[in-house]
């Protein structure tokens, strides 16, 4: 490997406690992910490394580990004279847990806050975004067309193409991650700037999470061993930013067969206990795609 060119490995990391879905983050001002130098010699496979990476950093250990995509854009986070960076980067899915001096749990839709629909359209959308970019794609019917598509308008919203709404707002310079460099402070209130390229990676890995949730069991992985169906619906809800309908969601559950009653009940609040569930692992060996086949999403 040339001096020219430095490998670093990213990690996502992502929790839901409380219906928020939350990214693990290194530094507060601009937050960064985790991400460090793959050690060529130490490190026998690059997961191996990415682990090490996050336990040296947060202190986390983590479960579910995977590859999310190679990021290597020439300008993306070279300095001056400095090597141009290769960053590998992985999504992990943990339960939310103390962590190292100097890192800590940040909201996902403090970074990214068109994404979460669930008490309606953000008016982020409908007041900044979808205004600046009405009069940035006008007179061109392709970008029209791609503001149409990734923002539902005319057009049903469809939470899987977060990257694609990211980039998008990049280049049309609305997020401040566009005009670094540029000596221009635009005041612009999208959402929480991240280090380098950070928020496009967190786009990257949102819309990968939410793609599979609909053919791998990957939600489990956020889950305590045992949980109400409340419980399970609102991490679903947190991850894909919209809301169910309760009956339907129970429905879609018991037709998968992903999960089965343990008897038990949780501790009564004042209305009638709810029943505790758990994972039914031998779903993964009875079909290829077990995951929760979600309802077609609508704007």
């Avoid at 045992?226 to 129970?250: M, P």
């Avoid at 018991?254 to 692992?281: C, D, N």
Wanted: proline share 7%; glycine share 10%; with cysteine.
């Amino acid at each position: 490997m040339g001096s020219d060119l430095l490998v670093t490995l990213d990690a996502v990391i992502v929790a839901v406690t409380d219906t928020r879905p939350r990214v693990l983050t290194v530094a507060d001002v601009p937050p960064a992910l985790p991400s460090g130098p793959l050690d060529a010699e130490g490190d026998e496979t690059l997961e191996l490394g990415m682990r090490r990476v996050i336990d040296e950093q947060t202190g986390v250990e983590v479960g579910y580990v995977e590859q999310l995509y190679t990021f290597g854009d020439r300008d993306r986070i070279r300095a001056p004279g400095g090597p141009r960076v290769l960053s590998i980067a992985y999504l992990a899915l943990v339960r939310e847990a103390s962590t190292a001096a100097g890192a800590g749990w940040v909201d996902w839709y403090a970074m990214l806050p068109w994404e979460d629909h669930r008490e309606g359209i953000p008016g982020i959308l409908t007041d900044v975004v979808v205004p600046r970019l009405t009069d940035w794609a006008a007179g061109d019917p392709g970008r029209q067309a791609r503001v149409a598509v990734c923002f539902g308008v005319g057009a049903p919203w469809d939470p899987i193409r977060a990257l694609e709404r990211y980039e998008l707002l990049y280049e049309s310079d609305l997020v401040a991650e566009a005009l670094r460099g540029r000596g221009d402070d635009a005041g612009l209130p999208t959402g929480v700037e991240m280090a380098f390229d950070h928020r496009r990676i967190c786009a990257t890995a949102l819309g990968r999470l939410r793609g599979k949730l609909t053919y791998r069991p990957v939600v489990f992985e956020l889950m305590p061993d045992e949980f109400t169906l409340s419980e399970l619906q609102g991490t679903v809800e947190a991850l894909i930013g919209l809301r169910l309908h309760k009956q339907n969601f129970r429905r879609l559950v018991e037709r998968e067969h992903l999960v089965e009653g343990t008897g038990r009940y949780a501790p009564s609040t004042g209305g009638r206990p709810a029943e505790l569930y758990r994972f039914r692992r031998s779903v993964v060996g009875e079909r290829p795609r077990p995951g929760m086949r979600l309802p077609p999403f609508r704007g």
